[in-house]
T-cell receptor, first 114, second 112 residues
Framework: AQSVTQLGSHVSVSEGALVLLRCNYS??????LFWYVQYPNQGLQLLLK??????LVKGINGFEAEFKKSETSFHLTKPSAHMSDAAEYFC????????????FGTGTRLTIIP | DSGVTQTPKHLITATGQRVTLRCSPR?????VYWYQQSLDQGLQFLIQ???????AKGNILERFSAQQFPDLHSELNLSSLELGDSALYFC???????????FGEGSRLTVL
């Protein structure tokens, strides 16, 4: 079975600072990895996805993530935080076609300090 | 707007009651997923349907059931409700790209 672990349930960064949200995965087969964002009172929205092509994946709103097989990690970064980035972020894993369901991590709430 | 519509947005009911949550997927998406989000359990996968057929089952209680109709909309039925069933229930649809789910805004269920 596959799983993801998000380190840090709450992260605070200053506006303009680097955002780093950590995710480690466990999977018996090559995984598909995703980051989703949830703004208050909204559903989840796909930020970016890794599906075994390039290991550095760029997403929306300036976010990117790097797949590191040796570290079983898929950390999310953004060079400069903006107030509008305040939200909850979920890392998720799927094992691909035939089993498309996502298994989510517990989420990281990102707070931006003005 | 994800294109996925869920109704009702909010629902308050009593223990022991039964409710039905409805989901209309994005146009053209054949897969529908149901997830439960609560503070203590996080986001839990309940069940997936693909073109009317059950495809995968997760942590769905026996008191809960779902179906997908020929027009591809889906309903999640929750019965004999308990206080612990209070949660946000999300529906998502997918064009069948692995993991690329489009979520509705959720139905918030409160059981009193």
């Amino acid at each position: 079975a596959q799983s993801v672990t998000q380190l840090g349930s709450h992260v605070s960064v200053s506006e303009g600072a680097l955002v780093l949200l950590r995710c480690n995965y466990s999977s018996s087969v090559p995984p598909y990895l995703f980051w989703y964002v949830q703004y208050p009172n909204q559903g989840l929205q796909l930020l970016l996805k890794y599906t075994s092509a390039a290991t550095l994946v760029k997403g929306i709103n300036g976010f990117e993530a790097e797949f590191k097989k040796s570290e079983t990690s898929f950390h999310l970064t953004k060079p400069s935080a903006h107030m509008s980035d305040a939200a909850e972020y979920f890392c998720a894993v799927s094992v691909g076609f035939g089993n498309e369901k996502l298994t989510f991590g517990t989420g990281t709430r990102l707070t931006i300090i003005p | 707007d994800s294109g996925v519509t869920q109704t009702p947005k909010h629902l308050i009911t009593a223990t022991g009651q039964r409710v039905t949550l409805r989901c209309s997927p994005r146009s053209g998406d054949l897969s529908v997923y149901w997830y439960q989000q609560s503070l203590d359990q996080g986001l839990q996968f309940l069940i997936q349907y693909y073109n009317g057929e059950e495809r995968a089952k997760g942590n769905i209680l026996e008191r809960f059931s779902a179906q997908q109709f020929p027009d591809l909309h889906s309903e999640l039925n929750l019965s004999s409700l308990e206080l612990g069933d209070s949660a946000l229930y999300f529906c998502a649809s997918s064009p069948r790209e692995p993991g690329e789910l489009f979520f509705g805004e959720g139905s918030r269920l409160t059981v009193l």
